[in-house]
């Protein structure tokens, strides 16, 4: 299956990196090399890096982005700082990182991300590791509910940890449309009119697997700390729990003083870092609405090193 995927926000996120011919860039999350490619067509002297953690994607960018000044590097975005000091690179004028799930791992039924398509349990965005199987047939219930909980927002999680766990005492639980349709039992059928009941559940596992929250949380400071003076970092997410992680974090790098109200004069000399280049997150417009649905939960935060 050929690696095809819809780089959402494309047009506003190369106009938020304001892109110079001779500058360094690196896209975190390559993909089908949507962004990257875009990104690159931009440069003359500069130079892109473009880095991903699933070699399928490494192996698409890779071919996409012959001819041009990139360079396509297997490695978690979360792992940046080392991926680019190893070809001696210290410091770049934007970063982007998408961290939506590209249409090739959705469309592509073996890799196990989708609950609409019959396939084994994986969800593993690097092929290695602890598999989505590993995690609904060995976590405890409370485990399981913490996940769909905190990862998933589902009000019924702890009904559907129950559920699944006295079903695999039956026998393990293997297919996406069978632990699907075991979410979906375990919700009251009135409640099962918005979108498809297994779906918050299928995020939650999926960012458990990945372990995403981490490699965000880890990615955001060492993204930020390796901006030139007037860089850009531009972040895409597609679920509250990363839009928070992401706003709180920008909000940090923009906060200047922190000294009590009351205090005569500033004694912290904390000045902010940083400051946003719009105030609320740029979403797609109604047009890509249309033509690309899955981009309906894109927001884009951009914020510019001081």
């Known amino acids: 299956m050929e690696f095809s995927h819809k780089s959402v926000l494309l047009n506003e996120t190369i106009e938020a990196l304001d892109i110079k011919p001779d500058g360094i860039y690196v896209d975190g999350t390559a993909g089908g090399a949507g962004h990257s490619l875009e990104i690159a067509k931009r440069l003359t002297t500069g130079h892109l890096y473009a880095l991903d953690r699933d070699p399928d994607a490494v192996k698409t960018a890779s071919d996409r982005l012959k001819g041009y000044p990139a360079t396509v590097i297997e490695s978690n975005f979360s792992e940046m700082d080392t991926a680019l000091e190893k070809q001696g690179i210290s410091s770049a004028d934007g970063i982007l990182l998408d961290l939506g799930v590209s249409s090739y791992q959705l469309d592509n039924a073996e890799r196990g991300f989708s609950y609409r398509q019959d396939a084994p349990l994986d969800m593993r965005m690097s092929k290695s590791g602890v598999s989505a199987a590993d995690i609904i047939n060995g976590y405890t219930a409370e485990q399981l509910e913490r996940i769909f909980r905190e990862y998933g927002e ?118 902010p870092e940083g400051h946003l280049k719009t105030r609320k997150p740029i979403e797609p417009s109604e047009e890509e609405l249309g033509a690309n649905p899955r981009s309906r939960s894109a927001k884009l935060r951009v914020i510019v090193k001081n």
Not at 186 to 200: E, I, L, T, Y
Not at 238 to 261: A, N, W
């Open 154 to 271: 589902e009000r019924f999680s702890y009904k559907i940890a129950n559920r699944i766990v006295n079903e695999r005492e039956k026998k393990p639980i293997t297919t996406t449309v069978e632990l699907a349709e075991l979410i979906a039992s375990a919700v009251p059928a009135k409640m099962r009119r918005d979108g498809h009941p297994a779906r918050k559940c299928f995020q939650a596992v999926r960012i458990a697997v990945n372990g995403e929250l981490d490699e965000l949380a880890a990615a955001l400071d060492k993204a930020f700390g390796l901006l030139n003076k007037d860089g850009v970092l531009a972040i895409i997410t597609f679920h509250s729990l990363e839009d928070r992680m992401v706003k709180q974090k920008f909000k940090e790098y923009c906060t200047g003083c922190i000294c009590p109200p009351d205090f005569p004069v500033c004694v912290c000399g904390r000045t």
